[in-house]
């Protein structure tokens, strides 16, 4: 499983790293997903929802975060300019 997924390549260089936490996770759902009565098919299309519901979850807490990073830059530049004046 790849460490490092790349969310948007043909804009920029942002990159979300996965825990160790996180990979032996994976692995512990991988583990159990085999021992559930699936055939190949239905087990190949619940694989690509739990990935779909990953990276949106993980895009959405990464936009979250650079909104919150943006607003507090932008609240700290009006503080330091008051602290100015």
Known sequence: MNRVID???ARGSIKVI???DFIKN?????AHLSTLPLNSEQHNKLVELIVRQ???AESTALR???D???KLGLYLGKEEINHEQ
């Open 68 to 70: 919150m990073g943006v």
């Open 64 to 66: 979250q975060g650079f």
């Open 54 to 56: 990953l990276v949106e």
């Open 7 to 9: 969310l948007d390549e």
């Open 26 to 30: 994976a692995h512990k759902v991988g």
């Open 18 to 20: 996965r825990s160790e």
